[in-house]
DNA sequence: AATCGCCTTGGTCAATCGCCCAGGGCGTAC
DNA sequence: GTACGCCCTGGGCGATTGACCAAGGCGATT
């Protein structure tokens, strides 16, 4: 038997190179991401990727996706802890307000979205995970007797990634100038 | 000289390969367009395409940018038709439902914002376009008496961009579902 | 008819790509 | 102490990449 030992040195690369992916896709762009790069970055020899993973396009799916899973199971409990709907509202674009559109961040989330776009495995587990943070705004529109929570829930959350896109290239959207016309969409408001 | 002749094919050959290249940026990808596919599919040889353009990245630019121009002064127009702020939002929804998020145009745009993101050149072209889109907008929102039309015109356009990435892999996104709580965007209404 | 210059050809270049594989290192179990 | 199995190395495979160039076609001008 190989000892656990092996096998612990052995989780630790995989890890780091999920990690080094995730780096690499926002720097450099999903097809971009090579082989050599990857085990350059992660210190590791080219043979290592492929034998931890099928293929570079599987380690990219899995680094990406884990990195979105873990972005929103952060954000989710947050949201759990808002009081009214507009804390909730406040708490995203504070989320928004950490990112320009040309970090890290933000780049992964328009390099994933593209590449479901034209992948049907990774389209099935960017589905799961973002419609998994909207019914959890949903409930939590819901809660604060939001009229429609599902579709509110649903324009919120593409107006912040929409929003973050734009950043990239156009000044002045910030959280504090564009809060009170976003909260417009919790009007309709039913009495409880 | 060479005669008109020879200079009008020239561009006309020079207009196959930019519109080749837009459909070749949403079909592959931004960086997985490649001089022979270019040729190929422009039923030219390799050669000219670093003939008529200085580099393969200048190429997929100018289509890029060329591409969402036409787009946006398409709709612009329309939007002062309209008459009422409710009017031009069903006109941006309509434009919406035209798009899946996994629909050739859906794809360049979204291809165009994330190259934009890494290129200084191109992300100065593609704020210039948007911009210009979206004071069309506000004027035509604050002509209507919207409060805060600057922002709202910059949510409203995210709002829109987002949903269409959203509906990649994301059903039931459609505009009938939506247009209740966009509209609520439109309220703050001043009295006029 | 001779000449000029733009447009176009098709092949070559070094570099890089994903993927593969034979073999070495090493801790564990028999 | 021998054999096993996992982790890892590093070079090599054919294919593809962007850029480049010498050469030819061809209509317009002189």
Redesign the pocket.
Known sequence: ???????D???E?RGRLLRVAAELIAERGWSA?????LAERAG?????V???FS???ALLTEAAIGTMRGLVEGLGPLLEQAGTAEEALDLMLAALDEHDGRDPMSLLFAETYLAAARDETLRRSLAEVVTAFRDRLSRRLAAQGVAAPDQTAAVVAAAIDGLMLHRAFTPGLTAPALAPVLRRLLDGRELT
């Open positions: 038997m190989p000892g656990p030992k092996a096998a040195q052995g989780r690369v991401v090579s082989t050599r790069l590791v020899t080219p043979g290592l492929h034998y931890h293929s570079v396009h």
